[in-house]
């Protein structure tokens, strides 16, 4: 039960688009069709913006998209806000357990 | 509203043990999975255990097999988290969660477990 692969930071403008990448391996990610992120806040509860890969919640805006391609899942934000800034945390079903990644910090700059 | 309140944490000596309990609202309760969900200081989320509606089933992860014991009271709409033999390495923030097939739907805000002499 390996975590999945996210960088540890990433940054951007209001306004441009970021990529945060979550790899993983073909017992994961990469045979997994319930790959979803999660949005923390410190303090708050995490929240859910994208499952099934690339589905998004109701109430979470269409600037959140998700795509996977092989072993590494993608969580793309167009747009970005100030409110963005947060971490953001990759997980994918892995046959009876779930697996997350470390976690990626977003600086909206 | 759907809501999620964790409870049960605290400090606790290594090798004790601790119940924590998630009280759920706002939706039939004995309809969804639920999942435990920890976060160490400083460190990512770590899957911990899954429950089955009826409570039947249940899962765990490895770090976490043969001490901790999910179980749910579907009259009470309660979710519970019994864990013994506490480690200084379970020491985190525990979330409890509503599962859905691909992921988790809600959360609650945490209680903070700390195992330390």
């Known amino acids: 039960q390996s975590a999945l692969t996210q960088p540890r930071s990433v940054s951007g403008s209001p306004g441009q688009s970021v990529t945060i990448s979550c790899t993983g391996t073909s017992s994961n990610v990469g045979s997994s069709n319930y790959v979803s992120w999660y949005q923390l806040h410190p303090g708050k509860a995490p929240k859910l913006i994208i499952y099934d890969v690339s589905k998004r919640p109701s109430g979470v805006p269409d600037r959140f998209s998700g795509s996977k391609s092989g072993n590494t899942a993608s969580l793309t934000i167009s747009g970005l806000q100030a409110e963005d800034e947060a971490d953001y945390s990759c997980c994918s079903h892995a046959g009876s357990s779930w697996v997350f990644g470390g976690g990626t910090k977003l600086t909206v700059l | 509203e759907v809501q999620l309140v964790e409870s049960g944490g605290g400090l606790v000596q290594p090798g004790g043990s601790l119940r924590l309990s998630c009280a759920a609202s706002g939706f039939t309760f004995d309809s969804y999975a639920m999942t435990w969900v920890r976060q160490a200081p400083g460190k990512g989320l770590e899957w911990v255990s899954d429950?089955?509606?009826?409570?039947?089933?249940?899962y765990y992860s490895d770090s976490v097999r043969g001490r901790f014991t999910v179980s749910r009271d579907n009259s009470h709409n309660t979710l519970y988290l019994q864990m013994n033999s506490l480690r200084a390495e379970d020491t985190a923030i525990y979330f409890c969660?509503?599962?859905?097939?691909?992921?988790?739907?809600?959360w609650g805000q945490g209680t903070l477990v700390t195992v330390s002499s």
């Open positions: 429950i089955s509606t009826s409570g039947g089933t249940a």
């Open positions: 969660a509503r599962r859905i097939i691909g992921g988790f739907e809600y």
